[in-house]
């Protein structure tokens, strides 16, 4: 077998590209080091204050649960839709296309205050007052995410074709969908997900102008009260959104997915 | 006992664009039907409509003389192999069989035992554990057929299911596909724009062109006694001869007086189409007399035999001439063409109607 080997110049670039993404990591890191009474190396005190603190493990499975919600909604609204628009209209796709890009256009604060103004006109109090609320908001902000990644991975396989080879064999809707279509996507309806988890865990905006007290409102509210356990938290929630990442690509990865893109996709 | 099929008068427009013009063919049970023409001209259409994927306009499809023309897909029992790409990508070769069956909620072992029955008959016992992407197209396209045969349709639909192979793939598939059909005895459809294909495997050929059938019979008779201009030119080579009935038994061609039996009883000036097969037609070198003088302007070799076309007058005539004879005849070689009178059909030439020009797939 023939070696591997980078190529110098390739090899300045990677360092530098390291650097620029580790240098802060390390610096946090160190920073978060620092004793919280005498700002002296090297104690875990800063983490022990953030793990403490009820707030955190609170905001931080309230967020969690937020990003979940959305992940959920979105999957059951718009698998089946983009299914359909790939079956039965595709001349629709570019409309929704277009659609799907508004939430990038559209200010947060233009969005929330809309929302608020909706939902208080008719769903009960309960609803819009609770966090719950953003599950709503979190849909629309996730729209282009889930949408595009799964235009990307209808488009892959043979729609069509799939869906007539199903139903000459017996096969209902219901059926096709979720034996032959679902399976089929996993890996683009798993990358939708994964970017919608990172946008809820990290979506601060909204949250805080509509009053509740999420993951990234508690992140502010530390920075801009504690120093230390400040920089301990960033790194926390580094790791967290990390390995819930990595949770949903094991969960997702069963056999059969990644290969279905590959065969789909030639 | 095997289903028999209808198609009555099935009209399908799209977008204003007329697909199919009502189109009749009926199968007796076990038939092998081809529906053959160029792309465009309505035979996907017409085996969509009776997949039950897409609705006529009007007309009827009957199955053991039951209309099943509004029936949804997954409930009328049909076999369909598709061009390709149909196999589910996340499913092994003998999941990808089984799929009808579990649909149809039979037992594990009775499901195991005839996904092994047939994967061995499409000879690949071996590949059941297979991913799609780990098979050959060929492969692929023989585990689609097991797939469609395990629901032990009534009828067995194939849409082009040999359009994406190489060429020696082809030819074994399709003798292939002729035998599991006469095995099982299934009523079958397949759709082609291979006319080669669609003799050598057929009961019955019905030749499409512009969303109507112009003409269904053996494939003998299709070879043989092509019906339509559009017929002879599509089914294997032929030579069209524009000429007009000279006399009792003669044509005129470029100005010459050829003989052709079929001219007997029409009438002098009658515009017709004189069609001979190349096979027919005999070259010999020099002029020797003959009405058909002309000079070699090509040679194809096509093997055993070489296609060797000759300009006469105005027109061209195209012998098939055994390899071995063609050194005697080069090109620019003056030559006298012929072919017994006996061999040349006649179909009349409207005057309205110029004889279709073809755009013929590869």
């Known amino acids: ?266 | 006992m095997a289903a028999t099929v209808e198609l009555q008068e099935l009209r399908r427009t799209f977008n204003d664009v007329p697909a199919l013009q009502g189109i009749n063919v009926s199968l007796g049970g076990g038939e092998f039907l081809s529906l053959l023409g160029p792309s465009g001209c309505g035979k996907t259409t017409a085996l969509r409509l009776v997949a039950g994927f897409d609705q006529p306009d009007s007309g009827r499809v009957l199955v053991d003389g039951k209309d099943i023309t509004r029936t949804r897909p997954n409930r009328r029992d049909m076999g369909m192999v598709f061009q390709a790409y149909s196999l589910f990508p996340n499913m092994t070769a003998e999941q990808n069989v089984e799929f009808g069956l579990r649909i149809r909620k039979q037992a594990r072992a009775a499901r195991s035992k005839r996904v092994k029955e047939l994967l061995e008959t499409v000879g690949l016992g071996h590949a059941g554990k297979k991913y799609p992407h780990q098979l050959s197209g060929g492969m692929q396209q023989r585990v689609a057929l097991a797939r469609a045969l395990a629901i032990e349709p009534r009828v067995l639909l194939l849409d082009e299911p040999l359009s994406a192979l190489d060429a020696k793939v082809r030819v074994q598939l399709r003798e292939e596909i002729r035998r599991i059909q006469t095995q099982l005895g299934i009523t079958t459809i397949y759709v082609t724009h291979d006319q080669e294909e669609a003799l050598s495997i057929s009961d019955h050929v019905a030749v499409m062109y512009g969303g109507k059938i112009e003409q269904v019979g053996t494939p003998a008779e299709m070879y043989g006694a092509p019906a339509t201009p559009f017929v002879a030119e599509f089914i294997g080579t032929m030579n069209r001869l524009e000429a007009t009935i000279a006399d009792d038994g003669a044509v005129d061609y470029a100005g010459r007086r050829v003989l052709v039996d079929a001219a007997r009883g029409r009438a002098t000036g009658e515009r017709v189409l004189v069609l001979v097969r190349p096979e027919v037609v005999e070259v010999s070198p020099g002029e020797n007399g003959g009405v058909l003088a002309g000079e070699v302007v090509s040679h194809t070799f096509l093997g055993s035999e070489t296609r060797v076309k000759v300009a006469v007058g105005d027109g061209e005539l195209t012998a098939d001439v055994p390899t071995v004879r063609v050194d005697s005849l080069p090109v620019g070689a003056r030559v006298t063409a012929s072919f017994p009178p006996a061999s040349a059909r006649l179909l009349e030439l409207s005057a309205d109607e110029p004889p279709k020009q073809v755009d013929v797939e590869a």
């Open chain 1, 1 to 266: 077998m023939r070696r591997r080997f980078i190529a110098p110049s390739s090899l300045v670039w990677l360092v530098l590209a390291a650097a620029y993404f580790l240098i802060p990591l390390v610096a946090t890191f160190l920073f978060s080091l620092k004793d919280v009474q005498t700002g002296k190396c090297c104690s875990l005190g800063a983490y022990g204050t953030i793990i403490h603190d009820p707030q955190f493990g609170k905001t931080l499975w309230l967020s969690l649960k937020l990003a979940l919600e959305t992940i959920a909604i979105s999957l059951v609204l718009f698998v089946p839709t983009v299914y359909w628009v790939h079956l039965k209209l595709p001349r629709m796709r570019p409309v929704i296309a277009s659609l799907a890009l508004l939430p990038f256009v559209v200010p947060p604060i233009v969005l929330v205050v809309g929302l608020l103004d909706v939902y208080r006109g008719w769903s009960p109090h309960w609803f819009y007052s609770t966090p719950q609320f953003l599950v709503a908001a979190y849909v629309v902000l996730a729209f282009p995410y889930i949408y595009f990644a799964l235009d990307a991975g209808f488009r892959a396989i043979d729609v069509h074709t799939l869906t007539e080879a199903s139903q000459s064999l017996g096969a209902s809707w219901r059926t096709t969908l979720g034996r032959v279509i679902i399976p089929n996507i996993r890996t683009a309806a798993l990358s939708g997900a994964l970017l919608t988890l990172a946008i809820v865990m990290g979506e601060f905006t909204i949250a805080s102008l509509a009053a509740f007290h999420t993951f990234p409102t508690y992140i502010q509210y530390i920075n801009q009260t504690k120093a230390y356990p400040a920089a301990a938290l960033t790194l926390i929630s580094f790791g967290i959104t990390w390995v819930a990442m990595l949770g949903i690509l094991v969960v997702g990865r069963r056999p059969g997915g990644a290969m279905a893109m590959r065969a789909g996709g030639r």
